[in-house]
């Protein structure tokens, strides 16, 4: 039973801190990119961050670049996001997702957890 239980998200004012984990579970971690996606209200989801499983290379979107860190610690099955110099648009759903690479599709995120919001205002 693959578990992703997001965790973090808050009420935060503009230009504050927030830290995200994600705990997952039911799958060996230590294996799969993951990644950060999310959604504000009535928009699409947008993807913000991934890391590779060895936890050293990383992907940032232009929004969050500078701003967001993506980090993992395999011994606790753990992903976390480190969000700094928050913005208001920066308010959505945000979700972990592990990440593969399929041969002629690409990137795609097989499991998702249930989401936390972050509010900036």
């Known amino acids: 039973d693959v578990q992703l239980v997001e965790s973090g998200g808050g009420l935060v004012q503009p230009g504050g801190s927030l830290r995200l984990s994600c705990a997952a579970s039911?799958?060996?971690?230590?294996?799969?990119?993951m990644s950060w996606v999310r959604q504000a209200p009535g928009k699409a989801f947008e993807w913000i961050s991934s890391?590779?499983?060895?936890?050293?290379?990383?992907y940032y979107a232009e929004s969050v670049k500078g701003r967001f860190t993506i980090s993992r610690d395999n011994a606790k099955n753990t992903l976390y996001l480190q969000m700094n110099s928050l913005k208001t648009e920066d308010t959505a759903v945000y979700y972990c997702?592990?990440?593969?690479?399929?041969?002629?599709?690409?990137?795609?995120?097989?499991?998702w957890g249930q989401g936390t919001q972050v509010t900036v205002s």
């Open positions: 997702a592990t990440t593969g690479f399929w041969g002629d599709v690409g990137w795609v995120h097989n499991y």
């Open positions: 890391i590779h499983s060895n936890g050293i290379t990383t």
């Open positions: 039911g799958f060996t971690f230590s294996s799969y990119t």
